[in-house]
């Protein structure tokens, strides 16, 4: 059974159910990589918090909405082949900015707990190796969340056809 550990700093989050999303969203995810036993930490917090995460570790001084921390580099080394499996099962955290998704799921007209359910997949998926940096890891990202989402019901986030 895996596990996952929700903080909301952010009270925020937890009147959005944030518990019962991300436990969803990364139970999809797991499900999906065939991974049982997983511990994940997902931190609900505001634009000020993420920000100062953003800055602390990527040198990036402004808000994002998720920002993910693997456990483990699991990459792959070609570029857009999958990930290499977990070692260590506690795969890692990921960080969720209550102002920044409720701007874009405004103005995407969808409501905040779609979006952050797509988040928490785009992050656990980070999680576990995958990147979109690289135009091949990208469509292999991407597809992956367009699959878990519509199988969770959610309509193609990228523009595709609905789920």
Do not use: Q
Request: proline share 4%; net charge negative.
């Amino acid at each position: 059974m895996n596990e996952i550990d929700v903080i909301c700093e952010d009270a925020r989050w937890e009147a959005e159910g944030l518990a019962a999303l991300a436990e969803r969203a990364c139970g999809a995810v797991l499900a999906r990589a065939g991974i049982d036993g997983a511990e994940i930490a997902v931190l609900g917090c505001d634009d000020r918090r993420i920000a100062e995460l953003n800055a602390a570790f990527r040198a990036k001084r402004a808000a994002t909405n998720v920002l993910s921390w693997p456990s483990e580099e699991r990459g792959a080394d070609t570029p857009g082949a999958a990930p290499r499996a977990p070692v260590d099962l506690e795969l890692g955290d990921i960080a969720i900015a209550w102002e920044t998704c409720a701007r874009e799921a405004a103005a995407a007209g969808k409501p905040l707990a779609d979006h952050a359910f797509h988040l928490i997949v785009h992050g656990a998926l980070h999680l576990l190796g995958y990147d979109h940096i690289d135009e091949k890891d990208a469509a292999l990202m991407e597809g992956l969340e367009v699959e878990i989402l519509g199988k969770a019901g959610f309509a193609d986030p990228y523009g595709g056809a609905g789920a």
